[in-house]
């Protein structure tokens, strides 16, 4: 009832259909590039495997995208009472417009957020740093429809993109009140999940989504402007968990780390600096192995050999340590006691942190080459929790999409037998280990069905049926709910 009282107020203030309007693409930056037009004309695709594909065809043609990319966003953010619907589908769309409470389902050809969260979703892969401005602007002037402040693309794109982020965001919470006022003040333009009473209420939203953002970048020139807001006669000078965790997070932070993967003023060619950047995920210093990740990003295809190759070494030596720079010590502390220095894990003991950024990168880049092993890192099940099936594995197998699906029908297929190796292997060198096959089979499940679920691709629905049935594996029943969330969505999405 909500959602479709929500259309109709839409339609109304939108003024009913109006014509749909095509990207004309517009580039500020030299010569057009056909190749990345197409591209971008495929993200008004109603098929989400179309759309998909064009996403990793744009992360692959690298910084050149980038420009064109702003531009969208630029031009559907400046003209939001002009209807943009799914390719084929505008009649589809109008009819929604016309009545939303009989169309409501036809609600999902109307795609300009989605085009708006395409666009920002590669821009971040791409850590394109001069998309920073417009990605506020998104977060400014988007309401989240969750709780979870952090949630959304325009956050995860912000971070990824790093140290360019910072000074605009820091512009966001000083400037949050003018900025909410010019919302509020423009009717015209719904967005979504709005739920705030006020301008002013928008506002305190504007500041704490930006400070989750300034956390999770980890840069010291956030803390006093935090700091300010929580002082007398200053917004939150009650209090803000959002931002009191923020500063919390900075402050335990080491800083003042320079850049060491920037990229430097010489003539050496990019593929003689990329194992410099790479060594630097081994750092201690979260500044350090972000930075690393930031310049990785920017390679993009140029550094996923490395990446392949660091990867698949991790994989096949998951059960013996690896120690963060210079923290060998502390590393081998961890190995002897696991209990008595459990903080130690992550820190120095790095095994399962250098696999996730690994596997992040990997992801961003939609790397085909990586899923075998990034199915195998799922299948040791010790980079997550067994309740996470929306961690880095399953997000990096969703971005890679359709090249993924088999193999992780394959996994969901020989979980067991899969698991009954591993823990015989593993508590054979550790004979207290403690590695149980029955666990071990239920963690490769939960992670390889959310992937499933998120990639949406019907072939995999007779396994996920098969795992319903009486005389399937022995499974933990609590999986059943997800197994048949999966195929709810599965088949929503085949039916979309």
């Known amino acids: 009832m909500t959602k479709i009282v929500l259309t109709i107020l839409l339609a109304s203030t939108l003024g009913g259909p109006k014509p749909p309007c095509r990207w004309q693409g517009a580039q500020p930056y030299g010569a057009q590039n056909p190749d990345v037009k197409l591209l971008i004309s495929d993200l008004w695709s109603p098929d989400d495997a179309v759309r998909d594909s064009a996403k990793a065809g744009l992360v692959k043609v690298g910084p050149n995208a980038g420009p064109y990319l702003v531009s969208l966003i630029e031009e559907i953010r400046n003209h939001p009472k002009q209807h943009r619907f799914a390719t084929g589908k505008e009649r589809e769309g109008e009819l929604f417009y016309q009545d939303p409470a009989a169309h409501a389902e036809m609600g999902k050809f109307v795609i300009d957020w989605r085009l708006v969260y395409d666009c920002v979703d590669v821009l971040g892969d791409l850590r394109y740093s001069e998309a920073a401005p417009i990605i506020i602007r998104v977060l400014t002037e988007r309401e989240p429809c969750d709780l979870l402040e952090t949630m959304g693309y325009e956050h995860y794109a912000l971070v990824k993109i ?71 006669g200053q917004p939150f000078e009650y209090g803000n968990g959002y931002v009191q965790y923020a500063l919390r997070v900075l402050r335990a932070r080491p800083q003042n780390v320079g850049n060491l993967a920037a990229p430097v003023t010489t003539e050496e060619p990019v593929e003689a600096r990329i194992p ?71 820190r ?33 099940g010790r980079t997550l929790p067994a ?41 054979q060198k550790v004979p207290d280990a403690g590695c149980s096959p029955e666990k071990l089979a239920d963690r490769i499940r939960v992670t390889a069905v959310g992937a499933l679920a998120a990639i949406g691709d019907r072939r995999a629905l007779p396994t996920l049926e098969e795992l319903l049935k009486p005389g399937a594996p022995q499974h933990n029943k609590a999986i059943d709910a997800l197994i048949e969330s999966a195929i709810g969505r599965i088949r929503a999405k085949s039916a979309g």
């Open 348 to 380: 120095f003991e790095i095994t399962g942190r250098l696999a996730l950024d690994c596997t992040e990168l990997l992801g961003d880049v939609r790397s085909r080459e990586a899923v075998p092993i990034i199915v195998r890192l799922m299948e040791q």
């Open 276 to 346: 410099a950047v790479v060594s630097q995920l081994w750092s201690s210093d979260d500044s350090v192995r972000r930075a690393a990740k930031v310049a990785l990003g920017k390679l993009g295809p140029i550094a996923e050999p490395y990446l392949v190759s660091l990867l698949s070494d991790i994989v096949d030596h998951f059960d013996n340590p690896h120690f963060a720079t210079g923290k060998e010590p502390e590393g081998e502390s961890y190995w002897r006691d696991p209990l008595g220095h459990v903080d130690f894990l992550d």
């Open 162 to 232: 790093g140290e360019p982020a910072v000074p605009p965001l820091i512009d966001a919470i000083r400037n949050a009140a003018s900025i909410a006022e010019s919302i509020w003040g423009d009717g015209t333009d719904i967005r979504p999940c709005l739920s705030v009473a006020n301008a002013e209420q928008l506002a305190g939203r504007i500041r704490q989504r930006a400070a989750m953002a300034l956390r999770d970048i980890g840069d010291e020139r956030a803390i006093p402007v935090l700091e300010d807001l929580l002082k007398p």
């Open 387 to 427: 309740y996470e099936s929306r961690g880095p594995v399953s997000l990096a197998l969703l971005k890679i999409g359709e090249p993924a699906v088999l193999p992780l029908i394959e996994a969901l297929n020989r979980a067991p037998s899969i698991a009954a190796s591993i823990c015989r292997e593993r508590n």
